[in-house]
């Protein structure tokens, strides 16, 4: 029974923690699938791939009221997808040759199997292979392995067939129809990637509204513009799905009775869970949330002492910046033992890249509604600004939340062209302490860019 001083389960932003600090250490590295994670293979950098070819081939659809004519010809998906997967796929086989046999890690062995916890900081690795289990033991545990798709209880889903994130990038051929069970940030974009691709895309959703985490100005919106490009379906229950002669059927319950939806293929979108279970934390001592989310505390420790977690498997975030921020945090920790930090998940932000975009930081209308707070709010649309008129974008808008007493940002929410890198300023200001008032008028604004957007919405807000 090899016994380590650190072991990591999990190869996505865990991989990292591995630095010169811990060349002396016996360390092991545990993964049971690619290395590099959720973000690397299955979610933000191949997502974003397809997205961006989805831009450019949704252009043409719009490009008329500009005064300019385009056509799109075609759709090659095996080009767009052997590009992404071409770059992405050497990236993961180069992390694990690297960790396995490179001299930086002599002292580092890697388990490539699955592993679960069996006692107090003892986890017993099984290979796919058939090898014989090893059982190891360390002083010093990471849990850093992830989240997995969350599959409704839909009866004769799993008889008809389906795909998750983790598998749709990978078609051989574009689909004629597409059903997307879900109305999250992974339907929005998947829904916009297969749209524009040419795909006929019906959305299936449980409640009344899509992005409905979102600030509700922000998911009505979207909602209306999805509602005008993909078939939605909401406020509607899945009773059970079957396969008929031309691909799958969804039986649906829904305001107006019954109805049936038809498709070549259906994507199950209904969220994330964390891989605490598969891991059987609890056998360790670690606590988990009623989400199955490991606890940790503000240094990212979890109930047990030497054990750290980070990334989807305890944050509900669910975002590779906060994994590789709480990494960080984890890497000083175990290195500095006497010397500590906190993880800061004060003004996390998010984005979603589906079609207009939207990104948002901070509290929703709602939340700080909730909490009791003192607030103003001030909107500015893009049709508002020089560049929203070249660009025609007669739908987006930015909303801000502010103390009307001190003019601190309390929130920043964008639906628009490139909201993603718009709201950037917004997070700054939140993160440094910078007032509204500050902020709008203390620095020079390019004329006619698209950060005005953000100067306008600033002037807006009803300060004292």
Known sequence: MPHYDLVIIGTGSGNSILG??????????VEKGVFGGTCLNVGCIPTKMFVYAADVAATPAGSSRLGVDEELTAVRWPDIRDRIFG?????????????????DNRNVDVYRGEGRFTGMKELRVSFPDGRPDEVVTADRFVLAAGARPVIPDVPGLAETGYYTSDTIMRLDALPERIVILGGGYIAAEFAHVFASFGVAVTVVNRSGALLRQEDADVSARFTELASQRFDV???RKTVRTRRTDNGVALDLEGPQ???????????????????????????????????????????????????????????????????????????????????RIKADHRFVPHAVFTS???????????????????????KQDYAGIAYGWAMEDTTGFAKLLADPATGQLLGAHIIGPQASTVIQPLIQAMSFGLDARTMA??????????PELVENALLNLPLD
């Open 257 to 339: 009775g019954a109805e049936t939806v038809e498709a070549d293929l259906i994507l199950v979108a209904t969220g994330r869970k964390p891989n605490s279970d598969l891991l059987d934390v609890g056998a360790t001592g670690v606590a988990t949330t009623e989400s199955g989310h490991v606890v940790v505390d503000d240094y990212q420790q979890t109930s047990v002492e030497g054990i750290y977690a980070l990334g989807d498997i305890s944050s509900p975030l669910e975002l590779k910046h906060v994994a590789n921020h709480e990494a960080r945090v984890v890497q000083h920790n175990l290195a500095h033992p006497d010397d």
């Open 87 to 103: 770059r992405i796929d050497p990236i993961a086989v180069g992390g694990a040759e690297y960790r396995e046999n490179h001299e």
């Open 233 to 235: 379906r909401l406020d």
């Open 20 to 29: 010169p600090e811990f060349a002396d250490l016996r360390t092991a590295i």
């Open 441 to 450: 008028r203390g620095q020079y604004w390019i004329h006619p860019a698209m």
């Open 356 to 378: 207009p975009q939207v990104a948002s930081v901070g509290l929703t209308e709602a939340e700080a509604t909730e909490r009791g707070l003192s607030f103003v709010v001030s």
